[in-house]
């Protein structure tokens, strides 16, 4: 769809926008992100490659097949545009690759896929690279000023997407972690009761007892008081540390 750069920037916010409206669609946004900065520089192909869980860039979207390919290829031999872009957090412009004396396996792939110019733009999260976003040009291209700042807009305000969702995962994973707290600590409350109550001991050797179950088996007290709990589990009645003597083991009703 024709326009002047503000009209098809607006519309690329606006696609954005709607997309990032729905949550948990990080990959979706990435695929929307790298259509939308194609359609706004109007020449050549958009791929995009985000940190994986070890920091490690990985590719994650791209306008066509051969710009993919092109991308796996820089990143396999570990040199490029988008490697250096977000290495060093900066936009990396190329406007004739012939004229590069960079990255000389790169450019032997880029030539052989019909790529001449290229442009790469970082994904930072504050001033910490994510990703990198590099779009690549049949022909020679000088990558103006007004369409790179253009194009950076779009990917920081991905980039602002993708700080908000690694935050809201953090959130989640520690409500996680307190959730799962609080059900061992209860799980494990109430094998301390069970024991005590079943083997007229303390509530502290109970404990006693729980633990050592746990260490002797390789298992962790969580484990071993769910077992209590919910299996029917008894720890066998030994000393305690403190040296006292074992408690005597009550029969359970209907024992034989």
Same mark, same amino acid.
């Given at each position: 769809?024709?326009?002047?750069?503000?009209?098809?920037?607006?519309? &690329?916010?606006?696609?954005?926008?709607?997309?990032?409206?729905?949550?948990?669609?990080?990959?979706?946004?990435?695929?929307?992100?790298?259509?939308?900065?194609?359609?706004?520089?109007?020449?050549?192909?958009?791929?995009?490659?985000?940190?994986?869980?070890?920091?490690?860039?990985?590719?994650?979207? &791209?306008?066509?097949?051969?710009?993919?390919?092109?991308?796996? &290829?820089?990143?396999?031999?570990?040199?490029?545009?988008?490697?250096?872009?977000?290495?060093?957090?900066?936009?990396?412009?190329?406007?004739?690759?012939?004229?590069?004396?960079?990255?000389?396996?790169?450019?032997?792939?880029?030539?052989?896929?019909?790529?001449?110019?290229?442009?790469?733009?970082?994904?930072?999260?504050?001033?910490?690279?994510?990703?990198?976003?590099?779009?690549?040009?049949?022909?020679?291209?000088?990558?103006?000023?007004?369409?790179?700042?253009?194009?950076?807009?779009?990917?920081?305000?991905?980039?602002?997407?993708?700080?908000?969702?690694?935050?809201?995962?953090?959130?989640?994973?520690?409500?996680?972690?307190?959730?799962?707290?609080?059900?061992?600590?209860?799980?494990?409350?109430?094998?301390?009761?069970?024991?005590?109550?079943?083997?007229?001991?303390?509530?502290?050797?109970?404990?006693?007892?729980?633990?050592?179950?746990?260490?002797?088996?390789?298992?962790?007290?969580?484990?071993?008081?769910?077992?209590?709990?919910?299996?029917?589990?008894?720890?066998?009645?030994?000393?305690?540390?403190?040296?006292?003597? &074992?408690?005597?083991?009550?029969?359970?009703?209907?024992?034989?």
């Amino acid at each position: 769809m024709a326009g002047t750069v503000d009209e098809m920037f607006t519309r &690329a916010c606006a696609g954005l926008a709607r997309r990032m409206a729905s949550p948990g669609t990080t990959p979706g946004v990435i695929a929307e992100l790298a259509d939308q900065v194609a359609e706004l520089l109007g020449d050549g192909a958009v791929a995009a490659a985000v940190t994986g869980p070890a920091g490690e860039l990985r590719a994650s979207a &791209a306008t066509d097949g051969d710009v993919a390919d092109l991308l796996a &290829a820089e990143l396999d031999l570990e040199e490029g545009p988008a490697l250096e872009c977000f290495r060093t957090g900066a936009v990396v412009s190329v406007d004739d690759l012939e004229d590069e004396a960079h990255w000389p396996r790169f450019r032997a792939q880029a030539r052989a896929a019909g790529v001449r110019s290229v442009v790469a733009l970082p994904l930072r999260v504050g001033t910490r690279p994510v990703g990198a976003l590099v779009a690549v040009s049949p022909d020679i291209r000088p990558w103006s000023e007004a369409d790179v700042e253009a194009a950076q807009l779009l990917v920081d305000l991905v980039s602002g997407y993708l700080a908000h969702e690694a935050e809201l995962a953090q959130v989640r994973r520690t409500v996680d972690q307190l959730r799962e707290a609080l059900v061992s600590r209860i799980d494990i409350e109430q094998a301390k009761g069970v024991l005590a109550g079943e083997m007229g001991c303390t509530i502290d050797h109970a404990f006693v007892l729980l633990r050592r179950h746990a260490r002797r088996n390789n298992l962790t007290l969580h484990a071993v008081a769910r077992a209590v709990v919910h299996l029917g589990l008894r720890p066998p009645a030994e000393r305690a540390a403190s040296g006292a003597p &074992a408690p005597q083991q009550r029969e359970r009703p209907g024992a034989d």
